[in-house]
């Protein structure tokens, strides 16, 4: 696999390339890759395809996907589940909705971290709660929990979900085990429900391990960890998640909340989740060592230029930039007039900072760093 290849999306219609048609601006911004699927999925595509066939399939009859998971969790984090405890979503956003409508009533409140991407910050409110925010705070040149002011969001009488995103969007903090037992020790104690968004677990970039939130003992019987194979393996649009929920009565609430609302995922998506979790490991390797060295040179580039600065991400193949330093009153304008397009800070809860996606050939970047250099 040749990951620094720039493939030609402009007939896909990519939403990432469609946002800046007939611009001379670079997209940067969604979190997609420019890299083209691991052989093993395209060829497990083709042959699903040349079947001809694609009536109703029920997810839980694919016995060989649900197996590749069973067998993922516990090569990539040692971690031993049964296959019953999967629940199939056609997205993680869509799955964090129904874990608001499975576990809250009216007037209650969900937490969530911030900054954070646009979709789980609107979700209390797409449902009809409350929300309450806990702040990223910098902590020894890394990004990590206010971890006293989500004790003070859980301490509420009506708090009832935490939503978590682990790694980080948009900082790429992977957490610890001290920080995860933070996280269990608190949610135990003022009995607050644990949905944890873990879609970028794949995605670690340095030698410290991805724990999921339902592998710890205290987390078990109270969350739902939501996982898939489309950031890492580069098939978002085939809409295919999953729900990791160990407790029956938890995982009976949030099917019950699916239902005659949210729909089966694909025949494909389930093909490419099979394939990608069974056969890609090599890809995957090579995947994670191009984007840390993307990630790099990226992080050293970017802190060079007068006005901004950015940590480097322990995962995600996403760079969060602080350009607070240009002073300026719109830094996506700023950005966009440079030549780049990245996701805008204040969609996060940030308006003084950006993120830029580095999951694409490093000509890209080195275009992009030109072109922020400008004067």
Same mark, same amino acid.
């Given at each position: 696999?040749?990951?620094?290849?720039?493939?030609?999306?402009?007939?896909?219609?990519?939403?990432?390339?469609?946002?800046?048609?007939?611009?001379?601006?670079?997209?940067?911004?969604?979190?997609?890759?420019?890299?083209?699927?691991?052989?093993?999925?395209?060829?497990?595509?083709?042959?699903?395809?040349?079947?001809?066939?694609?009536?109703?399939?029920?997810?839980?009859?694919?016995?060989?996907?649900?197996?590749?998971?069973?067998?993922?969790?516990?090569?990539?984090?040692?971690?031993?589940?049964?296959? =019953?405890?999967?629940?199939?979503?056609?997205?993680?956003?869509?799955? !964090? +909705? *129904? %874990?608001?409508?499975?576990?809250?009533? &009216?007037?209650?409140?969900?937490?969530?971290?911030?900054?954070?991407?646009?979709?789980?910050?609107?979700?209390?409110?797409?449902?009809?709660?409350?929300?309450?925010?806990?702040?990223?705070?910098?902590?020894?040149?890394?990004?990590?929990?206010?971890?006293?002011?989500?004790?003070?969001?859980?301490?509420?009488?009506?708090?009832?979900?935490?939503?978590?995103?682990?790694?980080?969007?948009?900082?790429?903090?992977?957490?610890?085990?001290?920080?995860?037992?933070?996280?269990?020790?608190?949610?135990?104690?003022?009995?607050?429900?644990?949905?944890?968004?873990?879609?970028?677990?794949?995605?670690?970039?340095?030698?410290?391990?991805?724990?999921?939130?339902?592998?710890?003992?205290?987390?078990? =019987?109270?969350?739902?960890?939501?996982?898939?194979?489309?950031?890492? !393996? +580069? *098939? %978002?649009?085939?809409?295919?998640?999953? &729900?990791?929920?160990?407790?029956?009565?938890?995982?009976?609430?949030?099917?019950?909340?699916?239902?005659?609302?949210?729909?089966?995922?694909?025949?494909?998506?389930?093909?490419?989740?099979?394939?990608?979790?069974?056969?890609?490991?090599?890809?995957?390797?090579?995947?994670?060592?191009?984007?840390?060295?993307?990630?790099?040179?990226?992080?050293?580039?970017?802190?060079?230029?007068?006005?901004?600065?950015?940590?480097?991400?322990?995962?995600?193949?996403?760079?969060?930039?602080?350009?607070?330093?240009?002073?300026?009153?719109?830094?996506?304008?700023?950005?966009?007039?440079?030549?780049?397009?990245?996701?805008?800070?204040?969609?996060?809860?940030?308006?003084?900072?950006?993120?830029?996606?580095?999951?694409?050939?490093?000509?890209?970047?080195?275009?992009?760093?030109?072109?922020?250099?400008?004067?």
């Amino acid at each position: 696999m040749n990951f620094s290849d720039k493939p030609d999306r402009s007939a896909t219609k990519a939403y990432k390339w469609e946002k800046y048609k007939g611009t001379d601006i670079l997209p940067m911004w969604i979190a997609d890759t420019e890299f083209r699927c691991a052989p093993p999925i395209i060829e497990a595509l083709h042959k699903r395809v040349d079947d001809g066939l694609f009536g109703y399939t029920l997810p839980a009859h694919d016995s060989d996907a649900l197996e590749a998971i069973v067998e993922w969790c516990k090569k990539q984090y040692d971690w031993t589940i049964e296959a =019953d405890w999967i629940v199939w979503t056609p997205g993680v956003v869509p799955a !964090f +909705n *129904v %874990a608001i409508k499975a576990n809250c009533k &009216a007037g209650d409140t969900v937490i969530v971290q911030s900054p954070n991407y646009p979709p789980l910050l609107a979700a209390p409110a797409i449902n009809g709660m409350k929300k309450a925010t806990v702040p990223t705070v910098e902590l020894n040149g890394r990004w990590t929990l206010d971890f006293d002011a989500l004790e003070e969001a859980a301490a509420a009488p009506n708090a009832s979900l935490f939503i978590m995103c682990n790694p980080m969007n948009p900082v790429g903090s992977v957490m610890t085990k001290t920080e995860l037992d933070r996280v269990a020790q608190i949610c135990e104690k003022h009995n607050v429900t644990l949905c944890s968004d873990e879609i970028h677990c794949d995605l670690v970039l340095d030698d410290v391990p991805h724990l999921p939130a339902g592998a710890h003992s205290k987390l078990h =019987d109270k969350s739902m960890t939501l996982m898939a194979a489309s950031k890492t !393996f +580069n *098939v %978002a649009g085939l809409g295919t998640s999953f &729900a990791i929920i160990p407790n029956a009565d938890l995982r009976a609430k949030f099917v019950r909340s699916t239902r005659g609302i949210v729909p089966w995922v694909t025949v494909t998506g389930l093909t490419a989740t099979n394939a990608a979790f069974r056969y890609c490991d090599d890809w995957h390797k090579a995947e994670l060592a191009y984007l840390k060295e993307n990630r790099d040179y990226l992080v050293e580039e970017i802190n060079k230029i007068s006005g901004l600065t950015a940590i480097a991400p322990e995962a995600t193949f996403l760079l969060w930039v602080d350009a607070s330093g240009l002073q300026v009153d719109d830094t996506q304008a700023w950005a966009e007039s440079k030549g780049i397009g990245p996701s805008p800070g204040r969609d996060f809860g940030a308006p003084s900072f950006f993120r830029i996606n580095f999951g694409c050939s490093r000509t890209y970047l080195e275009e992009a760093i030109n072109l922020l250099k400008q004067a």
